[in-house]
């Protein structure tokens, strides 16, 4: 992954976790309003705390995006490695499953 993917990933989970605290400060104040007021500001909290959580609901929508984006990408690059470097490719493979059955057989 390169640092701007990184940075844009970072970027994109510190607003979802910004947008999540913010729907939870408004929930707060949304029952100490239902406790201590009238309808009016009751409905005003509502819609308030509706507001943030389209946000936050969109906010993770665009993380998954991301997310979703940078598998596809990693398969393709894993795709085109184990097709430009087949037996290096087994070489591993083999290796890793070498090193799987002494792990097991040490049991």
């Given amino acids: 992954m390169d640092s701007t993917t ?3 990933d970072h970027t994109v989970r510190d607003r979802l976790a910004q947008s ?8 707060e104040a949304l029952l ?3 406790q ?3 309808s009016e500001q009751f409905v005003a909290a509502r819609d308030a705390v509706e507001l943030r959580l389209r946000h936050a609901r ?7 995006d991301a997310a979703a984006y940078n598998v596809r990408r990693a398969a393709r690059v894993a795709n085109t490695t184990v097709h430009e470097h087949p037996y290096a490719t087994a070489g591993v493979a083999a290796g890793v499953g070498v090193l ?7 049991r």
């Fill in 32 to 34: 100490k309003t239902a």
């Fill in 36 to 38: 201590h007021s009238g």
């Fill in 100 to 106: 799987i059955g002494m792990l097991i057989s040490r």
């Fill in 20 to 27: 999540l605290g913010h729907l939870v400060d408004d929930a």
């Fill in 6 to 8: 990184a940075t844009a």
């Fill in 58 to 64: 969109s906010e993770l929508a665009a993380l998954e």
